[in-house]
């Protein structure tokens, strides 16, 4: 891919947001943006790329918060839920698709993965269904108020009694 290729691909994305912003769980408007079908291909590569730039920008926040911390669940919430705030569509646009396409569960789970492993609440060695589990219970309690600081109560605590009823 050329960077001709690269800035038409990234103006496309930024137009299917543009038009989610709506509505984010309503259906992608990938066949009403000029060009979308030559560059993509399909929805689901689209959405792909979409979750791609999310990983990036996650990842930036990430190494932000993790330089000083000592405390690795604090500093996966504050990366976490500043993405969240400063790309609110994005998160929506893949969290209402991530059903749709067995590709995009799947990098979604590598996601959840990496984000139980970077806070601690899971060794890499375990096995990875259960790392998706730790992860999804993770993410879950992300979701809960993406707008406020981090709690300040332990969440390690909270996540332990969210996986107990499933012990």
């Known amino acids: 891919m050329g960077w001709n290729d690269f800035y038409q691909r990234r103006d496309i994305a930024d137009a299917v947001l543009r038009r989610a912003a709506r509505d ?19 929805e689901e590569q689209l959405l792909l790329a979409l979750h791609y ?11 932000t918060e993790f330089e000083d911390a000592t405390d690795h669940v604090d500093a996966v919430t504050r990366a976490w839920r500043e993405t969240v ?9 893949l969290d209402a698709n991530v059903d749709r396409y067995p590709a995009l569960r799947q990098v979604h789970e590598a996601e959840q993965r990496m984000l139980a492993v970077a806070a601690g609440l899971a060794e890499p060695g375990e096995p990875v269904e259960e790392i998706t589990k730790v992860g999804a219970a993770f993410t ?28």
């Open 85 to 93: 705030r400063k790309h609110r569509t994005l998160r929506a646009v």
């Open 24 to 42: 984010p769980r309503a259906p992608l408007p990938f066949a009403e943006i000029p060009g979308a079908v030559e560059a993509f291909g399909t």
């Open 53 to 63: 730039r999310w990983s990036q920008l996650l990842g930036g926040h990430l190494r």
């Open 140 to 167: 879950g309690l992300l979701r809960h108020g993406p707008d406020i600081e981090a709690p300040r109560r332990n969440p390690i605590g909270q996540l332990l009694r969210m996986l107990a009823p499933s012990a």
